[in-house]
């Protein structure tokens, strides 16, 4: 549940960065006079928000893998104690002496 709201947070600020890239855009295409340091902060941009993407899609993929490796042994486990209870009743000698007694 963290993972999604972290995700959801990203999802929100993808708007203020592509502004900010379309803004810096402009401003290049204007000729402004601080155009190569622009460039230089919207590349350092792009590359840390795919970064941070990559990082977070990484995550929860390890996340996922972690959920359904703590199903698996869960499984494993019910099914283990399970095996043990009917090991026990059919290892039971106790036939009954009458069709009403035996189980």
């Known amino acids: 549940q963290k993972h999604e709201i972290f995700e959801n947070e990203l999802n929100a600020n993808h708007d203020r960065v592509e502004y900010l ?7 290049i295409e204007n000729q402004h006079y601080a155009s190569d340091d622009i460039k230089s902060i919207l590349d350092k941009i792009a590359e840390s928000w795919s970064s941070l993407l990559g990082t977070c899609q990484q995550k929860k993929q390890k996340l996922e893998e972690a959920y359904n490796e703590m199903l698996y042994n869960r499984g494993v486990t019910d099914l283990e104690n399970w095996l043990a209870e009917i090991e026990v009743e059919l290892s039971n000698e106790d036939y009954g002496t009458d069709l009403a007694t035996v189980k």
């Not at 890239?21 to 401003?27: N, Q, R, V, W």
């Open 21 to 27: 890239e379309d803004i810096g855009a402009k401003m």
